[in-house]
């Protein structure tokens, strides 16, 4: 059983930056896929960035393209999500979540955590 912990959420202007951190324990973090995505009110759960056990492949969804950056430390049991030049539609409950293989599907994921808000006010 995988645990995770999201941080790094907050209140941001347009145009800002935002570090999120997702620390994992209770399990060999080094074997899986971890993959971000988020929830805005109203909206489905949705895909962000995803990466693979090593942390050399990396994928993400259009709308955050260039912006940000996923990367995973195994040796500290952490996965980040660097985004920058936030705007007011990146505004969502970020969640980070562990499986077995890299993908945007939710579905796919076997653990997640409890997620961290990210506010981009305009």
């Known amino acids: 059983q995988v645990q995770l912990v999201e941080s790094g959420g907050g209140l941001v202007q347009a145009g800002g930056s935002l570090r999120l951190s997702c620390a994992a324990s209770?399990?060999?973090?080094?074997?899986?896929?971890m993959g971000w995505l988020r929830q805005a009110p109203g909206k489905k759960r949705e895909f962000v960035a995803t990466?693979?056990?090593?942390?050399?492949?990396?994928y993400y969804t259009n709308s955050v393209k260039g912006r940000s950056t996923i990367s995973k430390d195994n040796a500290k049991n952490t996965v980040y999500l660097q985004m920058n030049s936030l705007k007011p539609e990146d505004t969502a409950v970020y969640y980070c979540?562990?499986?077995?293989?890299?993908?945007?599907?939710?579905?796919?994921?076997?653990?997640w955590g409890q997620g961290t808000q990210v506010t981009v006010s305009s």
């Open positions: 990466i693979d056990w090593s942390g050399s492949r990396t």
């Open positions: 209770g399990g060999t973090f080094s074997v899986y896929a």
């Open positions: 979540a562990a499986g077995g293989r890299t993908s945007s599907d939710p579905a796919v994921y076997d653990y």
